[in-house]
């Protein structure tokens, strides 16, 4: 997941909008999203080469999301998979503070990332690299490869769309958070990032849908939550940029 951009407790209707593209490469096996067979109360997509996911809810409104830290440097196969990290708070007993905070205990398991935590009282914010730690405040956010809310231009332009939409909806609508989701345009050479990358690549990575030869966005999903504990989930899936297929779900929050 390489952008998440959305609004916590700001909607006069809707306490959680997230709009959010996974970008891999499109030769890595994925599953659609899915109630999983192995955890029954977990909605999420599925990496099928390490089994586990970069976003998902639960039954229970639990919900978690997942980017990598972009840093050459910072590539090693030899660590845990990042996957894992969203698939331990959806199925196992944590609070969204008591979770980032062993994560921050074995921040050197893996290689870098940013990962998102909440139930439907709260949610948190860990980034493994610059060791931060953020319970996350009412309002719009964006989170792609650095950290939560860093001016990248994918970041600023996700998050105030997203803003205006949100302020001027009564009720949202997935169709519009895809089409932000769908942006192509790349942002000019002087707003971009230095990461460490060939500064041509970092171009063609900085719309909010990314379309390479080999790597691009591979998944859109919209996670609503409403007043009424009702969830909607939808995921679109891409390959080489050609929409592949539709996943749509809606339950209603029970308690566990």
């Known amino acids: 997941m390489c952008l998440i951009n959305f609004q916590w407790k700001a909607h006069k209707h809707y306490p959680l909008i997230i709009a959010a593209n996974r970008d891999e490469f499109y030769e890595r096996p994925t599953a659609p999203a899915h109630f999983w067979e192995d955890e029954p109360e977990l909605l999420a997509g599925?990496?099928?080469?390490?089994?586990?996911?970069?976003?998902?809810?639960?039954?229970?409104?639990?919900?978690?999301?997942?980017?990598?830290?972009?840093?050459?440097?910072?590539?090693?196969?030899?660590?845990?998979s990042r996957g894992?990290?969203?698939?331990?708070?959806?199925?196992?007993?944590?609070?969204p503070k008591e979770f980032v905070e062993s994560l921050r205990e074995h921040r050197e398991s893996y290689t870098g990332?940013?990962?998102?935590?909440?139930?439907?009282?709260?949610?948190?914010?860990?980034?493994?690299v610059h060791n931060e730690l953020n319970k996350v405040?009412?309002?719009?956010?964006?989170?792609?490869?650095?950290?939560?809310?860093?001016?990248?231009p994918k970041v600023i332009k996700g998050k105030q769309t997203l803003n205006v939409y949100a302020t001027q909806a009564s009720e949202i609508k997935t169709e519009p958070l895809f089409q932000m989701l769908s942006d192509t345009e790349q942002a000019p050479v002087e707003e971009l990032p230095a990461t460490g990358i060939d500064p041509d690549f970092e171009r063609q990575l900085s719309p909010l849908f990314i379309h390479t030869e080999n790597y691009g966005t591979r998944a859109s999903t919209v996670l609503l939550i409403d007043n009424q504990k009702n969830v909607t989930f939808v995921e679109?899936?891409?390959?080489?940029?050609?929409?592949?297929?539709?996943?749509?779900?809606?339950f209603r929050v029970s308690h566990s």
């Open 236 to 250: 679109r899936r891409f390959n080489e940029g050609v929409f592949t297929g539709e996943q749509s779900f809606s």
């Open 46 to 80: 599925r990496d099928l080469v390490q089994k586990g996911t970069w976003l998902g809810i639960t039954k229970q409104g639990k919900f978690a999301a997942l980017t990598n830290f972009r840093d050459p440097q910072q590539i090693d196969p030899g660590k845990a």
């Open 137 to 152: 405040n009412p309002g719009a956010h964006g989170l792609s490869n650095d950290s939560l809310n860093t001016p990248w």
């Open 113 to 128: 990332y940013n990962v998102i935590a909440g139930t439907l009282d709260e949610m948190y914010h860990y980034n493994n």
């Open 84 to 95: 894992e990290i969203v698939k331990q708070f959806l199925t196992e007993d944590w609070s």
